[in-house]
């Protein structure tokens, strides 16, 4: 981990909170399907002087003088993913996942435009037209579900873009455990003249490591997170055909943002030079590996999964119907044991979002840590016993402890 002396001398009240989240990663199973640990080299970047630097603008073309060093940062992060992904343009400034997508309609869509989204509680994100949102008041979203089998219908999606003409057809999901049809999905978007957009937040990091089919060779923007199963710092980027590149750039700076973060952006750059090498195949691989062994435990224990085949990192379980607990609940106890999942809807859930039937758990923060399999169905047979014995503190405190050991023989940092 970063040397923090002099964080420690300055500042206790932070140095105290930053160490005790490095011990709660050491010592806990982190397993929201969201999260990652990035490496030492992308942590030396994020705390780089690069962050000084105003850097208004893109390489070649920016707004102040002195860009010789972050010009070089900015086109090698370009260039990486680039070839992470086959893409023909990036950008690599948007601040997240969330802002991303915002950029990347504003660069298509006009107020009052038609975008068919996935619906929040069938796997979608809140930023692909929940009414809580900003863009919601913006843009016209109308939402699409998964099938009772978990599938898409995708004869019923394109009977409803015909019907809605849409100006987008948006794809990509938070909680959802299947393989999308890429091809489908760009083929129905043509169809009636729309943008077709894919979100791949989640599966960056498979599709990098080439563990899950790419998305972007069908859509023609692509967005993502960088910290999510591709393990680099926090942050977002857009991929897209050139056609679209002038106006995805202008809606990115200035259109919704002011300097880029170029701290940030060097490890994006570090994070991907890490994905192009051949280990991450190997990481992306085990992911799928465990998250296929963590759902066939988990239905041995009598749990309930969701969507009916699991094809990604992500476990959406039912755990009212099948258990008897609150997805609230559940995570609660969960936490109490040391294993880090979240609460989550499950499709139409009859529940609510404030505590919801299911909870969201996956494998690729402790895949990093080097669990397999064998670990995976230690895990397993933990989650049952917690929410089993949810009341019995007893239990909750052993286990809890049991954790802490295994993940003793899994360092992250290596402290
Ligand atoms: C995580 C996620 C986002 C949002 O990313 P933030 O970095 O939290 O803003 C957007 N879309 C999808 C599909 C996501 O999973």
């Known amino acids: 981990m970063n040397n923090l002396n002099k964080l420690k001398k300055q500042d206790s009240q932070i140095y105290k909170a930053a160490v005790g989240e490095l011990k709660r990663q050491e010592e806990g199973i982190e397993m929201v399907a969201s999260e990652n640990y990035v490496s030492e080299a992308v942590l030396e970047a994020l705390g780089t002087v690069l962050t000084n630097k105003y850097s208004e603008g893109y390489p070649g073309r920016r707004y102040y003088a002195g860009q010789e060093f972050t010009d070089a940062v900015e086109n090698l992060a370009i260039e990486r993913a680039k070839k992470l992904f086959g893409a023909e343009h990036v950008n690599v400034q948007p601040i997240s996942g969330a802002p991303a997508n915002l950029a990347a309609f504003v660069s298509v869509l006009k107020p009052g435009d038609k975008v068919l989204g996935m619906d929040l509680s069938h796997g979608g994100h809140l930023t692909h037209g929940h009414p809580a949102v900003f863009a919601s008041k913006i843009y016209k979203f109308i939402p699409y579900k998964t099938e009772k089998d978990g599938s898409i219908d995708y004869d ?13 057809v948006l794809a990509g999901f938070s909680a959802y455990s299947r393989q999308l049809d890429y091809k489908r999905i760009s083929e129905i978007a043509k169809k009636v003249g729309a943008v077709s957009m894919m979100d791949m937040a989640h599966i960056a990091g498979l599709v990098a490591g080439k563990a899950i089919p790419n998305p972007v060779p069908y859509f023609d923007i692509v967005t993502t997170t960088t910290h999510k199963t591709l393990r680099g710092p926090r942050g977002g980027m857009i991929l897209c055909k050139k056609e679209f590149a002038a106006g995805v750039d202008k809606a990115v700076f200035p259109g919704l943002q002011g300097g880029p973060h170029m701290n940030n952006i060097a490890a994006k750059a570090v994070a ?12 992306a691989k085990q992911v799928v590996k465990n998250t296929q062994a963590l759902a066939k435990e988990l239905e041995k224990f ?10 990604n990192h992500i476990v959406l379980v039912d755990v009212f119907s099948s258990k008897g607990v609150t997805g609230k609940e559940a995570e609660t106890v969960l936490d109490k ?21 299911g909870i969201r758990l996956g494998p690729p923060a402790i895949t990093t840590r080097g669990m397999k399999e064998k670990e995976i169905k230690i895990i397993a047979k933990w989650i049952n016993e917690v929410v089993e014995n949810r009341s019995n503190e007893k239990v909750l405190k052993n286990i809890k402890k049991e954790v802490t050991a295994l993940c003793k023989k899994f360092p992250i940092y290596g402290n």
């Open 156 to 168: 019923k999606l394109e009977k409803l873009a015909i019907k809605e003409k849409p100006r987008m």
């Open 272 to 283: 991907f030079g890490e994905a192009l090498k051949p280990a991450f195949k190997t990481y």
């Open 302 to 311: 009598g749990f309930k999964i969701i969507f009916g085949k699991t094809e």
């Open 337 to 357: 044991a040391g294993i880090t999942i979240n609460k989550n809807m499950i499709p139409d859930d009859p529940r609510g979002a404030a505590d919801p039937s």
